[in-house]
Structures are given as structure tokens and as C-alpha cells.
């Protein structure tokens, strides 16, 4: 299957620094990609869906101040977490969807744990 | 209200028996299911997909079942290995390509040398 990549893989930081997460398909060009939070113990919770080019859909309840979106290439999405706090401390994982020939399937990045001090 | 149910939490299994996994939606405009496997700190892998013209989709020891008057699918995982130990989640979503999955809060299954 198709391969998505996410960077770093682990990540701990202090309260109120910034983060930034990576997230690339490694061999399909991803016009769609999702992002996903998911806490302990609890199911993917999606945050939102970026198309290239435009803006980020978020979901609700999902702070677009605080979790900036960016899909400005094909193959790279990137969500930034803003002045972190220690609840942003989660598991986050990235989805992209291929534009065509993969039908409904998304593919998975390996995830990136975020631990804030 | 969730739209994607996967009742049991968790579930043990000796290894060599069949695992079954049972996932119940509310969505009728749902037509594409799929399920995922996933460990610890890990993404979800893709595991098998069923669309709603079929009724059964096997791949390996893999089976999944649509029954879609129930509303109701499951996965059959036979025989059960140690190395099938994971979260499992059911996702679900309409046909519009636009829509997006809605996953099931998962099950854990625990397969017992």
C-alpha cells in the first residue's frame, strides 16, 4: 500500500513553545489529508481535513488558532500546535488520500506523540 | 451520538481459534467500511475494506461480513495469532468521495499463546 511518512516521530516540549509536525506521502500525491488526536485509550479523533491548496476544514471544537493547518504541496501537510499547553500532550496522527485509483482508502502515518512539559 | 459502534471494549482469544470483531453503524447513507488495525504508538494500518454491493470480502485469514439490513459488520480473524494483538477500529463512510471516515472507539484484542 501506499506509504505516509510523519516527522518527528516523538516530540517533548515546554509549555508555551510551538510545535511543528510533518506529515508527507511518500509515493502517491495526497490531495486530501486528515488530521487525527487520540487520546489513551479512546478512538481517532479527527481534527480536520486539509485539501492542497486551501484551507484546513476544522472539526468542531478544534481550535484553528491553535492547531494551524498547512497543505501546500501534494505530498506535505504540516500541523503546528501554537503555545502548547500540557492537554495538547496526545498522540497525533496524520491520514492522506490519494486523488484517484485508491478509491476510499486512507493511509496512516506512523503518528507523532507530543508531550508537553 | 456516535455513528459507529464497536460495543465490546476488548476481547480475548486463545491463539489457533477464530477472533471475531463486530462493529454496528446508525448511518444508512454508509456504503464503505473499512477496518484498521493498530498497535501502541503506532498509525493504523489498513486491514480489509467491504463496500455495500458486497456481503463478505476475505482476504487471508482475514473475512469480513456486511449485513446491512442489521446495519451491522464484523471481522473474522482465523486462526488467531499472538502478532494479531492490537486495537482494531471499523470505519464507515458514504459513497460521496468527499465524506469522510467515521471510526469506531475500537477493540482490543488480546490473543493468548
Known amino acids: 500500500g501506499a506509504v505516509v511518512s510523519q516527522h518527528p516521530s516523538r516530540v517533548i516540549c515546554k509549555s508555551g513553545t510551538s510545535v511543528k509536525i510533518e506529515c508527507r506521502s511518500l509515493?502517491?500525491?495526497?490531495?486530501?489529508m486528515f488530521w487525527y488526536r487520540q487520546f489513551p485509550k479512546k478512538s481517532l479523533m479527527l481534527m480536520a481535513t486539509s485539501n492542497e491548496g486551501s484551507k484546513a476544514t476544522y472539526e468542531q471544537g478544534v481550535e484553528k488558532d491553535k492547531f494551524l493547518i498547512n497543505h501546500a504541496s501534494l505530498t506535505l501537510s504540516t500541523l503546528t500546535v501554537t503555545s502548547a499547553h500540557p492537554e495538547d500532550s496526545s498522540f497525533y496522527i496524520c491520514?492522506?488520500?490519494?486523488?484517484?485509483?485508491?478509491?476510499?482508502?486512507?493511509?496512516f502515518g506512523p503518528g507523532t506523540r507530543l508531550t508537553v512539559l | 451520538d456516535q455513528q459507529v459502534k464497536q460495543n465490546s471494549p476488548s476481547l480475548s482469544v486463545q491463539e489457533g481459534r477464530i477472533s471475531i470483531l463486530n462493529c454496528d453503524y446508525t448511518n444508512s447513507m454508509f456504503d464503505y467500511f473499512l477496518w484498521y488495525k493498530k498497535y501502541p504508538a503506532e498509525g493504523p494500518t489498513f486491514l480489509i475494506s467491504?463496500?455495500?454491493?458486497?456481503d463478505k470480502n476475505e482476504d487471508g485469514r482475514f473475512t469480513v461480513f456486511l449485513n446491512k439490513s442489521a446495519k451491522h459488520l464484523s471481522l473474522h480473524i482465523v486462526p488467531s495469532q499472538p502478532g494479531d494483538s492490537a486495537v482494531y477500529f471499523c470505519?464507515?463512510?458514504?459513497?460521496?468521495?468527499?465524506?469522510?471516515?467515521?471510526f469506531g472507539p475500537g477493540t482490543r484484542l488480546s490473543v493468548l499463546p
Open positions: 491520514s492522506a488520500r490519494e486523488y484517484s485509483g485508491r478509491g476510499n482508502e486512507q493511509f
Open positions: 470505519a464507515a463512510k458514504p459513497s460521496n468521495y468527499g465524506q469522510n471516515f467515521v
Open positions: 509515493d502517491f500525491q495526497a490531495t486530501t
Open positions: 467491504i463496500s455495500s454491493i458486497k
